[in-house]
C-alpha cells in the first residue's frame, strides 16, 4: 500500500487521450491514485471543462491531499495534510483513496458525474468487501472536509486586470498567443495550500 501513497509523484508523466480509455483502464490492476490522475488530466484537458480563471493545478491539489489523508487516516504512519489517523486499520485504503478522488471531482466537476461515477463502481468492483464500506465511509469525510478548507481560498475571485508598461523589465505579452491580459494574476492573492502566505520565501517575506 505504501505505492498507492508514494505513485503521486510519477503521476504527472501520465495522461490520456479521453474519459473512455481512462475507464477502461480501471479494470486493470493500476494504483488507485494514478487511475484517478490520469481521469483529472483528462478533464482538464477537455475544451470547456476547466474554468478559464482557476488553475487546474488547485483540482490536483484538492484531490490528492484528499487522498493523500483518507489512506493516511487508515495507515496512520504520515504526518496529516488535514484530517489525522481517525479510522480502523482494517479499513480498505484503495477503496478510501477511489471514494475521496471521486468526491473530489464530482463536486468540482459536476458535468462529469455520470462518466466519474461509472469509474468509481468499476473500480470498487475489482475490490475486496473486506473493509470497504469504512473505506468508501471515511474517503467521503476526507474529502468533504478538503473542499470545506478549499472552498473560500480565493481561487473563483476575478482577476486583476493588469496593465502593461514600456519601461525596460515590465511585462510584456508573450507568444504563441500574445494575450492581451494575463491570466491568473489574482493567483498569488490565492490561500496556499502549504505554505502561510504567498510571499513567504521571497526577499522580505515571513520565513520559517
Known amino acids: 500500500m505504501k505505492t498507492l501513497l508514494l505513485a ?3 503521476v504527472t508523466l501520465l495522461a490520456a487521450a479521453n474519459l473512455a480509455p481512462a ?4 479494470t486493470k490492476p493500476v494504483s488507485q491514485v494514478v487511475q484517478w490522475n490520469r481521469t ?8 470547456g471543462a476547466q474554468p478559464a480563471t482557476i488553475h ?3 483540482s490536483f491539489a484538492i484531490m490528492h491531499g484528499a487522498i493523500y ?3 493516511n487516516a487508515i495507515d496512520g504512519t504520515h504526518k496529516p495534510y488535514l484530517v489525522g489517523p481517525s479510522a480502523s486499520h482494517f479499513a ?3 477503496a478510501a483513496a477511489a471514494t475521496a478522488a471521486h468526491e473530489v471531482l464530482v463536486k468540482l466537476y459536476p458535468n462529469f458525474q455520470a462518466t466519474l461515477d461509472t469509474q468509481f463502481q468499476q473500480a470498487l468492483a475489482q475490490l475486496s468487501n473486506t473493509g470497504k464500506a469504512d473505506g468508501i465511509s471515511l474517503g467521503n469525510k476526507v474529502a468533504d472536509r478538503i473542499l470545506a478548507l478549499r472552498n473560500d481560498d480565493g481561487s473563483d475571485a476575478k482577476p486583476i486586470p493588469y496593465v502593461f508598461g514600456n519601461a525596460p523589465g515590465d511585462y510584456q505579452s508573450t507568444p504563441p498567443n500574445f494575450p492581451k491580459q494575463p491570466q491568473f494574476t489574482h ?6 495550500f502549504a505554505l502561510e502566505s504567498a510571499n513567504q520565501f521571497r526577499p522580505g517575506g515571513p520565513q520559517r
Do not use: H, M, N
Open 8 to 10: 503521486g509523484t510519477t
Open 23 to 26: 475507464i477502461a483502464q480501471a
Open 40 to 47: 483529472l488530466l483528462v478533464i482538464v484537458r477537455t475544451p
Open 56 to 58: 487546474p493545478t488547485r
Open 69 to 71: 489523508d483518507a489512506v
Open 92 to 94: 480498505s485504503q484503495e
Open 187 to 192: 493567483w498569488s492573492r490565492v490561500t496556499p
